[in-house]
């Protein structure tokens, strides 16, 4: 059947309740809305958060926003944790002190500090195992939960508390990790790279995609953050937008090491329209500052063409 | 009819963890204690269990993993050693605030830096707060009899706290010694099956485990730790009493050897005991009243019992090995002294830190022990309370 917001929103119950301290406009609830959505309704799952925004705003004792179970063990280790909990399943399930129809899925969420940087090893630990789960990372390009230190996942000349834009140092001098390009080369089932779009659509599928495959699998989800970027917090939706029209953040899955571009915009928009709008690029703008706009032009250029090519080997008949 | 065996101390523990079959196993190798998930996989791979082998990347990760399992509903067991509990030390403070009653087995030896592969306790005393139970094992017999208490212990309502048990890495690790194994069946019976009241794949109660904690609500959670370990003490009573009419074999919060009519002790953990014992029996046949105290419970810590095994004597020596590096002494030490102290039991007591990095403890050096305990029962004079035995240094 057709992808369709309005049902999905209306016969899918949220799994993820209002409630919660997550910033106004900020990227990362409607993705852990949508994303649990796509769980079957029978199915249990266990969720567990790495530390961070999401994990410390979603569940302050007494309050959880969590209608499923969850579990919060630490920064590093939400990989770990989890391939513990999945790991109890298939034991249990295995001696019969589980019964054979009732289905637990799993799934993780962690930001990109908890990710790409200090969490990266437990990670690849775990989907290399290949434990039947999801690593959902919701990536917003800074430690937004300790006040916006860079990470790995930083773009090129962004502006952080830990690369501040100064009078020498025009903000961070390093290029941002390709941690879908990381995951993939774990040669896993299924890897895939989306953002909450108007529809949600690719979000959705892509969800329901990495749950019900089996096996190990990663997603790696934009999720602005309006503090840390500086947008306006009405502004989230079109960020997003910017971003994949843009080709900053191209939407694209390998499925068994085939790699499919999931949206190719019919007109390429160029990077200024997405570092306008944020405070974090604006020093960039300054007059004698184009080359810092040309030379991401031209990395972003270089991987989406690597993309392009990457999608046209793997489908080589 | 109980087994005769030859073992060593990492294949009795490995035997353990058979008998006991947990859901989960999660580990990953470190000398000396590497034997252990090595033995164990054997048995996973042979199907003589019905466990998940998790071969993690990291302790921290197994430590991680065995908190996922744990929290889910399952039995979970690990072992380490040394670096690797230094590794998991953020993980082993999670997985007793979760009041996760998760089994490990910390064959012990000396904590980096520089690099040392051989026995002292500076691991296990690296965690000595972190709200585990910590039980010390003489020999492979008492490593294996631990290991068989331990989840009775551990996952008693009133407890839920993790457990580990220690033995000394190669000292007891890699000798072989005769031990008595207990029947599968009788293990089995003995130990019971894990039925926790809460836990995350119960779908008709979800549950969330590991909240942000604020000020409201953190110094709760920490006293309910607290009592759960003061509760600790009962239940290993309780269980080694049941483990006693099971096997014979007799199990205190610590083993009192020729010390209720001796004059001067020593106190000291795990393998030492063996080399004290024989110390003590040929004191005794030249007339020296010499008596052994041998700390299997060191957390929760025995402190009145252990101040009132003590009162009697004339000069007292605590064995620390690890050095606390504090220029007061190390802690087993202070734990007996504070204890003694609380308690109104004035006893000379002097610390003597030994055997760090595995050096060899010979039965002459505990000889030299107890003639200075002798000489301090005469004169009353402690002198230097912080001493050391077995180093090399400057005179």
């Known amino acids: ?317 | 009819m109980s087994i005769r065996e030859r073992l060593s101390g990492n294949e009795a523990a490995a035997i353990a963890m058979k008998q006991i079959n947990p859901d989960v196993v999660a580990a990953f190798p470190i000398t000396p204690s590497t034997e252990i998930p090595q033995y164990f996989s054997t048995f996973v791979s042979n199907g003589s269990v019905d466990t998940e082998f998790v071969a993690v990347e990291s302790e921290h990760s197994a430590m991680s993993a065995c908190i996922g399992a744990e929290a889910a509903g399952s039995r979970a067991m690990t072992a380490t050693s040394a670096n690797g509990l230094s590794l998991m030390w953020e993980m082993i403070y999670i997985a007793s605030s979760l009041r996760l009653p998760i089994v490990m087995s910390l064959v012990n030896r000396a904590v980096s830096g520089p690099l040392n592969i051989h026995n002292d306790h500076s691991d296990a005393m690296g965690v000595r707060d972190s709200g585990w139970i910590m039980l010390f094992s003489e020999n492979n017999q008492e490593a294996y009899d631990n290991l068989l208490m331990a989840h009775r212990i551990a996952e008693h309502k009133d407890v839920l706290l993790p457990l580990m048990v220690c033995q000394d890495g190669f000292i007891t690790s890699h000798s072989i010694e005769n031990i008595e194994l207990v029947e599968d069946e009788k293990v089995k019976e003995f130990i019971g099956t894990y039925k926790p009241e809460h836990y995350l794949l119960n779908r008709k109660e979800p549950m969330a485990v590991g909240p942000l904690d604020v000020q409201t609500y953190l110094f709760e959670h920490k006293y309910q730790q607290a009592n759960a370990m003061r509760n600790a003490k009962k239940v290993i009573e309780e269980v080694s009493r049941d483990f006693e009419k099971m096997t014979g074999r007799k199990y205190s919060f610590f083993e009192e050897y020729k010390l209720s009519d001796a004059e001067v002790a020593i106190v000291c953990m795990n393998s030492t005991a063996g080399t004290a014992k024989f110390v003590v029996d040929s004191l005794r046949e030249k007339g020296v009243k010499a008596g052994l105290l041998k700390v299997r419970m060191f957390r929760p810590f025995p402190a009145e019992e252990i101040a009132n095994a003590l009162s009697h004597l004339k000069a007292v020596a605590v064995l620390d090995k690890a050095d606390s590096l504090n220029a007061a002494g190390g802690a087993l030490f202070e734990d007996v002294t504070s204890s003694m102290y609380v308690n109104k039991e004035q006893v000379p007591v002097v610390n003597y830190v030994y055997g760090i990095g595995g050096r060899d403890t010979t039965s002459y050096e505990i000889e030299g022990v107890y003639n200075d305990l002798m000489e301090i029962a005469k004169t009353g004079e402690v002198g230097n309370p912080y001493r050391y035995f077995g180093v090399r240094r400057e005179k």
């Open chain 1, 1 to 317: 059947m057709a992808y369709n917001v309005k049902e999905v929103v209306a016969n899918k119950p949220s799994r993820f309740m209002a409630g919660h301290r997550m910033c106004a406009g900020c990227g990362a609830p409607p993705v852990a809305r949508m994303f649990l959505r796509a769980l079957h309704e029978d199915d249990h799952a266990v969720i567990c958060g790495a530390t961070g925004c999401m994990e410390v705003s979603t569940f302050m004792y007494p309050y959880t926003s969590w209608t499923d179970s969850f579990i919060h063990t630490a920064f590093e280790c939400a990989g770990a944790t989890l391939s513990g909990a999945e790991a109890a399943y298939r034991s249990l399930k295995k001696q019969g002190k589980l019964s054979d129809d009732e289905h637990t899925k799993f799934i993780a969420f962690g930001g990109d500090g908890g990710t790409y940087d200090i969490g990266l090893q437990s990670l690849s630990g775990a989907m290399e195992r290949g434990h039947d789960m999801v690593y959902v990372c919701y990536d917003n390009g800074a430690y937004m939960n300790t006040g916006i230190q860079r990470s790995s996942a930083t773009p090129h000349f962004a502006d952080t508390t830990t690369s501040p834009a100064g009078t020498k140092v025009p903000g961070k001098m390093q290029v941002r990790k390709d941690l879908t390009e990381v995951m993939a080369s774990h040669h896993i089932p299924y890897v895939a790279q989306t953002i909450a779009t108007a529809n949600f659509k690719d979000l959705y599928e892509k969800a329901e995609k990495a749950i019900y495959t089996k096996g190990p699998a990663f997603v790696n989800v934009l999720a602005p953050c309006p503090r840390g970027w500086g947008y306006p917090t009405d502004e989230l939706m079109q960020i997003n937008k910017l971003a994949v029209d843009t080709c900053y953040w191209p939407l694209y899955e390998v499925e068994n090491g085939k790699y499919k571009i999931t949206y190719k915009p019919a007109k390429k928009l160029p990077i200024e329209e997405f570092l306008k709008p944020q405070r974090r690029f604006k020093h960039m703008f300054k007059p004698g500052n184009e080359w810092m706009i040309e030379e991401f032009q031209k990395e972003l250029d270089e991987r989406w063409e690597a993309l392009l090519k990457l999608e046209e080997i793997t489908n080589k008949e």
